[in-house]
């Protein structure tokens, strides 16, 4: 078993340099995809130093957020196989309560909102 696994990863390893040797030296002639505004908004070609939107800025620090905090939650599927205790039950409700109570203040607040109306 152990002889197969080796294997495996030596031929996969070789199959992804000779990969990467192949696609390294391709040449794209067609730059106009690299010169088109990217993810976030700016423009590639405009003053480094341009105010961007405090709106976009707000909604990916409330991802990060958001998306950490559901992070937490899945070592807590590994717990419904053991035996759960009630103290751990109502940690695990408080925590789901909080979040819910966040995600709920934020979209009261509008920063869940895109467009203002």
């Known amino acids: 078993m ?16 000779i990969v990467y040797h192949l696609t390294n030296y391709l040449s794209y002639t067609n730059s106009s995809e690299k010169m088109t505004p990217f993810e976030c908004g700016f423009d590639p070609l405009s ?22 905090e559901i ?18 039950s109502f940690a695990l409700i408080l925590f789901i ?8 203040h934020e979209w009261n607040e509008g920063a869940l909102d895109w467009f203002s109306t």
Request: net charge positive; aromatic share 18%; charged share 5%.
């Open 97 to 104: 309560f909080i979040l819910l109570f966040g995600m709920f």
């Open 47 to 68: 003053k480094m130093r341009s105010p961007f939107s405090t709106r976009f800025f707000l909604l990916v620090v409330l991802f990060l957020i958001f998306d950490v």
């Open 2 to 17: 152990l002889i197969l696994m080796m294997s495996f990863t030596v031929a996969l390893s070789i199959i992804l340099v």
């Open 71 to 88: 992070a937490l939650l899945f070592p807590v599927l590994s717990m419904f196989s053991s035996n759960v205790s009630t103290y751990m």
